[in-house]
């Protein structure tokens, strides 16, 4: 019996003690809110070169066609020679497309083509265009040169991390 006494005294269980137990939970909460944290920073930064991306390809796209329409073009209409405006007005080679016009509506930038053509919107619900300017270089005897100036605008729709990116494009094209 004595044996069986001290054979029951030295055995150990093998168990979690409270202490262990609350630093094991400790060390777990704290990785999966550095996990969880990590994964809000790389989420806001994704929406943000998300936003980034967008205006800078729309940026380019836009300029890319205004200013080769108007290289294709036959004659500018207005804005007249020396001044500038926010309508672009051109002639082009089909004749049908007479006047070709860009414009601002509201924060869009269309193109119409022709006197019944309808107004095609060239950048996406996701951008706003502002500050658009074209102004007419033209010297005499030459065929015509506009120059092209507008701001792109861009914003998150993450309302716990707003983020807003505009970038301002100029160019210009000369009729050729």
Known sequence: MKDFLKRKLNTKKD??????TILYVGIFSIV??????VYGVIMDSRAKEKVVSEVT??????M??????????????TPSIGTNG????LNVFNTSNNPTLFYLNGNNIVIKEGISGSEVILNSNR????????????KAGTKGTVKIEFKVTGATLNEKAP???SQTYYSDATLQ
């Open 127 to 138: 951008t706003s265009i502002s500050d658009l300017k074209f102004t007419n270089l033209t």
């Open 32 to 37: 999966v809110f550095m996990i969880i944290s």
């Open 15 to 20: 168990a979690f003690t409270l202490l262990e």
């Open 163 to 165: 983020y807003q990116f």
């Open 64 to 77: 890319q066609m205004v200013t080769q329409i108007t290289r294709n073009a036959t004659l500018i209409n």
């Open 86 to 89: 926010n309508i672009l007005s």
């Open 57 to 62: 390809s729309e940026g380019g796209r836009i």
